[in-house]
């Protein structure tokens, strides 16, 4: 009798089972098909959505080892695995309830998958990875509204674990069929809490791409989540064969830079004088390009850090671009004064609101972008090209630097190009000064022109090494990048040359001077 009882038990017990197991996996994709199709006002929020179904998965009961789920834009598989795991490939050409006229896409797991959790005292008897592919961004929409490749987001998570650092990267293939000429693609994933009014961004933080055919893109990361190829209109990427100068020249172009600035503030203290408003114009501007060199060294250094500090650098870093260039234009303006009034200048407090300009300007634009949108600041991804047997790689260089493309072009590009078109206009103004003041050669012409070439000599530094930016295509790109390097880390070091050619000529006419006064008064 007892034995009846326990077979009944048994049977019972094997009934429920299986039909908690067949609920819960219509439960699961009613769930997924809500998520298509949300009614109501107060449907859930896309995290609450998308960890709604995690959850769900993670908790399914089912016999076999796994369970695959599909509606139109959502498909969902787990597996379940054990200590001895050994890898695993996934590829959507070969599921069958993959939704049809997809783009196709494959993940594969490497075995240290499992290594980490496996390595401790307790072992767990069973782990779980879930896959969830979404066709659709809509879950996914950050302050960017980033454009996806195939608008696919590929996800994977293992149990309730956070899996980082993984000794085998996780490999994620994409393949596509259009053209992608203008495009840098990066392989990202989304982090939770890291954009300002979405639940998430796009972070290329563990993954690097490559692009083994021109159909394909494969990303290798070194952690779970979910995963998708960021696409943004840019120039072409730096060939990884030129990096390593470019990188040579710039760090040692702007500590040079940054030297010689520190020498030209520490000389122009002493000689400044009260009523000198070219000295503190001149100041100002070594003081800015200082600012500039110091924070760009710093920016390739903590390019890595993501949070708080790579976005108060990145704000420094432009601060000090704009202040660089504001100041420029101002050099410029202060020349135009100089030659078109003919050292007759007065305004009222004229360096205080030069100061004001210089300095606060840029301040006002920083702040307020930080005001409204701080995530336009961060790690910058620079995009590298190198050549591989079986076509082009591409890897991702980031440093801390304007992340927003409308603000790049805005108020770095545009800005930049303002000041420098200003100061090339003043340029030509003043070579037609000087010709007019060759024709007439009156009393004061000698020593006018020996002042407008002085200061000639400055706006030609102000404002021709910076027009090189807007040659960055086509055949002029190499040469661009080479020369644009070179002439502007450098920038503080000619600045420093000028100042001393300057003082050396400004004795040279005092000692001048003071033998002429020497010698009249020894005739009388």
């Known amino acids: 009798m007892d034995c009846c009882r326990a077979l009944f038990f048994c049977l019972c017990l094997l009934t429920s089972q299986g039909m908690t197991a067949e609920i819960t996996s219509k439960e699961i994709l009613h769930w997924m098909q809500r998520m298509e199709w949300p009614k109501g006002r107060k449907s859930p929020s896309p995290d609450d959505q998308v960890h709604g179904l995690e959850q769900r998965l993670l908790n399914a009961t089912f016999h076999d080892n796994t369970l695959e789920l599909s509606t139109n834009t959502i498909q969902s598989l787990v597996f379940k695995l054990g200590c001895n795991f050994t890898g695993l490939s996934l590829s959507s050409a070969a599921q069958e309830r993959a939704p049809q006229a997809r783009a196709l896409h494959a993940m594969h797991f490497p075995a240290a998958l499992t290594w980490d959790t496996c390595a401790k005292p307790a072992r767990p008897r069973e782990l779980r990875l879930i896959c969830i592919y979404f066709f659709t961004t809509s879950f996914f929409q950050d302050n960017n509204n980033s454009s996806l490749l195939n608008n696919l987001v590929l996800g994977a ?98 500590s040079v830079s940054v030297v010689a600035s520190l020498l030209t503030v520490l000389l122009h203290l002493p000689a400044r004088k009260q009523g000198d ?47 660089c260039l504001t100041w420029m234009a101002i050099e410029g303006f202060n020349l135009y004064l100089l030659l078109g009034r003919v050292y007759n200048i007065y305004i009222h407090r004229y360096v205080l609101k030069l100061c004001t300009l210089g300095w606060g300007v840029p301040a006002i634009l920083v702040l307020l972008l930080l005001a409204v949108k701080s995530s336009v600041y961060g790690p910058h991804v620079i995009p590298v090209s190198y050549s591989q047997e079986n076509g082009t790689g591409f890897q991702n260089m980031s440093m801390c630097w304007v992340r927003s493309p409308v603000v790049h072009g805005v108020l770095v590009m545009g800005y930049g190009g303002l000041t420098t078109l200003f100061n090339l206009m003043v340029l030509a103004w003043v070579l037609r000064v000087l010709r007019r003041l060759q024709v007439q050669k009156k009393v004061l012409g000698s020593r006018a022109f020996r002042d407008t070439v002085t200061v000639l000599g400055l706006t030609v530094l102000l404002g021709t090494t910076w027009a090189l930016a807007f040659f960055s295509f086509s055949v002029f790109l190499l040469p661009q990048l080479f020369l644009f390097t070179i002439f502007n880390s ?9 100042f001393c050619f300057q003082r050396y000529r400004s004795e040279a006419e005092a000692k001048v001077g003071k033998e002429a006064l020497n010698s009249s008064q020894t005739v009388h």
């Open 490 to 498: 450098l920038y503080g070091f000619f600045l420093f040359l000028w």
């Open 157 to 254: 998570q293992l149990d309730q674990r956070r899996v980082n650092n993984l000794r085998e990267p996780v490999n994620i293939s994409f393949w596509h069929n259009q053209s992608l000429e203008g495009y840098t693609l990066t392989c990202v994933f989304w982090k939770e809490g890291a954009g300002k009014n979405s639940w998430g961004a796009w972070s290329p933080e563990g993954c690097r791409v490559e692009q083994p055919s021109p159909a394909q893109v494969l990303c290798h990361c070194n952690h779970l989540t979910y995963f998708a190829v960021l696409m943004q209109l840019s120039p072409a990427p730096v060939p990884a064969e030129l990096l390593v100068p470019l990188e040579y020249i710039s760090f040692v172009g702007c």
């Open 277 to 323: 408003s070219i000295r503190h114009i001149h100041m100002n501007l070594h003081f800015s390009v200082l600012l500039l060199n110091v924070t760009f060294l710093l920016s390739a250094v903590l390019a890595r850090p993501s949070g708080a500090a790579c976005t108060v650098l990145a704000a420094l870093l432009h601060y000090a671009l704009l202040s």
